[in-house]
């Protein structure tokens, strides 16, 4: 009766594409094209702050996009020596370089307001900062934040939460839909199966794409945090109207499957990540992608697509 969604990969193509660069430094919102010059600091963190080898499409656009923009690569000048793997709520990941005359790259990406807390920034930037956040989402695009880490110590702090980050500015991507989805949507819909959005995205991404997708919704979104704070019994209430659910978490995940099943309805969650997991497991039918799930996530499911 409900199927869980995940958005990025399932209901979109996962196909991205860096659409504009934002540098906090000017203030300039910059849209990627042949002609237009890139704001090349905030290019070059965003590439320390990826996987030297990277899978996740995201950081494979930084990559391509760095590769095309700069005069000299540096990649082969610099040897990663420490890394923080992605926490946090919302997450974050930093990566710690360092060339041989011991030059030191700290670099940082993740949910915008992760990086934004981290920040030695006065409020007024911070809302500005926040403003731009929100208009890129709102038009769909998914937006990472970039920050610029400065250290001598010879140890590093023990988590990356302990830093004090430059706020070098934003990465906008843009991951269309696929293009049968509105039309599954439907399927889903006249069959009467209610299907609900879980991400990790903003909000406002969210609701942009459920738009373009046809995702029935109120413009109602419920967080991960909210999800969490809710007495059981209100979530029962409130989950049955709401089909959006944003900056999702496995904990929150997990929950909203217990509440939908304790509601008597039958359920169907789809993930890829070794986090969807639980949720998975917990799902009446967990449903792992095939091509690009994880085996924690495939042990976990019921059905593989």
Not at 169 to 175: E, I, K, R, T
Request: aromatic fraction near 6%; glycine fraction near 6%.
């Amino acid at each position: 009766t409900v199927i869980c969604t995940d958005k990025t990969g399932t209901l979109t193509q996962n196909k991205m594409s860096i659409a504009y660069l934002f540098d906090a430094g000017t203030g300039l919102s910059i849209q990627v094209t042949d002609n237009n010059v890139l704001p090349l600091q905030l290019l070059e963190y965003a590439m320390w702050s990826s996987e030297t080898d990277p899978f996740d499409p995201m950081e494979k656009a930084i990559h391509a996009l760095y590769e095309k923009a700069v005069v000299e690569d540096k990649r082969k000048q610099f040897v990663q020596v420490h890394e923080y793997p992605v926490s946090g709520k919302p997450p974050m990941m930093t990566h710690v370089f360092k060339n041989e005359h011991n030059e030191i790259i700290i670099a940082a990406k993740g949910a915008p307001e992760a990086i934004l807390l981290q920040s030695n920034l006065s409020e007024e930037k911070r809302k500005r900062l926040q403003d731009q956040v929100t208009a890129y989402a709102k038009q769909g695009y998914r937006v990472l934040g970039v920050g610029k880490g400065n250290s001598t110590d010879a140890e590093w702090p023990v988590s990356q939460h302990e830093f004090v980050f430059e706020f070098l500015g934003l990465v906008a991507f843009h991951d269309p839909p696929k293009e049968n989805s509105r039309q599954t949507i439907k399927t889903f819909t006249n069959a009467g199966i209610n299907v609900k959005m879980i991400t990790g995205d903003y909000a406002d991404t969210a609701i942009a794409i459920a738009g373009q997708i046809g995702l029935p919704h109120t413009k109602t979104v419920l967080t991960g945090k909210e999800v969490m704070e809710l007495d059981d019994e209100i979530l029962k209430q409130k989950i049955m109207s709401v089909n959006i659910f944003a900056r999702m978490f496995p904990d929150a995940k997990l929950k909203i499957i217990n509440a939908l099943k304790a509601s008597g309805e039958v359920v169907a969650m789809t993930g890829d990540g070794v986090n969807d997991a639980p949720a998975l497991k917990a799902a009446h039918i967990g449903i792992a992608m095939g091509q690009r799930g994880s085996e924690v996530a495939k042990n976990a499911a019921a059905l593989i697509l």
